[in-house]
T-cell receptor, first 114, second 114 residues
Framework: GQNIDQPTEMTATEGAIVQINCTYQTSGFNGLFWYQQHAGEAPTFLSYNVLDGLEEKGRFSSFLSRSKGYSYLLLKELQMKDSASYLCAVRDGWGGGATNKLIFGTGTLLAVQP | GAGVSQTPSNKVTEKGKYVELRCDPISGHTALYWYRQSLGQGPEFLIYFQGTGAADDSGLPNDRFFAVRPEGSVSTLKIQRTERGDSAVYLC????????????FGPGTRLTVL
């Protein structure tokens, strides 16, 4: 079956660092995505990992370990506007006729406090 | 350029009625996806088009749901005999194939079945 787990809620302080974990068990794997979703809005792309290791992009970094089925999103220098839901998603396949769908976790609601 | 657009933004209907939800993808994006998101959950895959054809419709919950993309651009998700459990936000996303990894999401259509 397909299973993606991430914490339901987290709280952090403005200016701090927070790490949001994601573990997955899926029948196929061709990349892991992190999306940010503010309440009532569409998900927006944050990061993509397909090989093991850390990808850094400004204040956001994402890590992947395929052997462990594990990823994390690291947010540095937290700002109030970072309060949102963070969605971990696994891509189930790749082109050439195979599916390219994303399988999402339930999301982690991050509250940044002053 | 313009992003993914969806109409209507909100749709209220009565149980048993038929509804159509429209998605205009980003120009030139050959791949188009429909997802459904319930409150407090991550998006759930419904169907994926590559060009005009449905490459993967494994996420459609039953035969009341149908989607088309006749000219490889605009797509319409059709729901027959709506039920209260169909109430959700229906998200559309598009992407380039083979090169682009990111799926760009539209703002969604909030469907409420009374």
């Amino acid at each position: 079956g397909q299973n993606i787990d991430q914490p339901t809620e987290m709280t952090a302080t403005e200016g701090a660092i927070v790490q949001i974990n994601c573990t997955y068990q899926t029948s196929g794997f061709n990349g892991l995505f992190w999306y940010q979703q503010h309440a009532g809005e569409a998900p927006t792309f944050l990061s993509y990992n397909v090989l093991d290791g850390l990808e850094e992009k400004g204040r956001f970094s994402s890590f992947l370990s395929r052997s462990k089925g594990y990823s994390y999103l690291l947010l540095k220098e937290l700002q109030m506007k970072d309060s949102a839901s963070y969605l971990c998603a696994v891509r189930d396949g790749w082109g050439g006729g195979a599916t390219n769908k994303l399988i999402f976790g339930t999301g982690t609601l991050l509250a940044v406090q002053p | 350029g313009a992003g993914v657009s969806q109409t209507p933004s909100n749709k209220v209907t009565e149980k048993g009625k038929y509804v159509e939800l429209r998605c205009d993808p980003i120009s030139g994006h050959t791949a188009l996806y429909w997802y459904r998101q319930s409150l407090g959950q991550g998006p759930e895959f419904l169907i994926y088009f590559q060009g005009t054809g449905a490459a993967d419709d494994s996420g459609l919950p039953n035969d009341r749901f149908f989607a088309v993309r006749p000219e490889g651009s605009v797509s319409t998700l059709k729901i027959q005999r709506t039920e209260r459990g169909d109430s959700a936000v229906y998200l559309c996303a598009s992407s380039l194939m083979s090169v682009e990894n990111e799926q760009f999401f539209g703002p969604g259509t909030r469907l409420t079945v009374l």
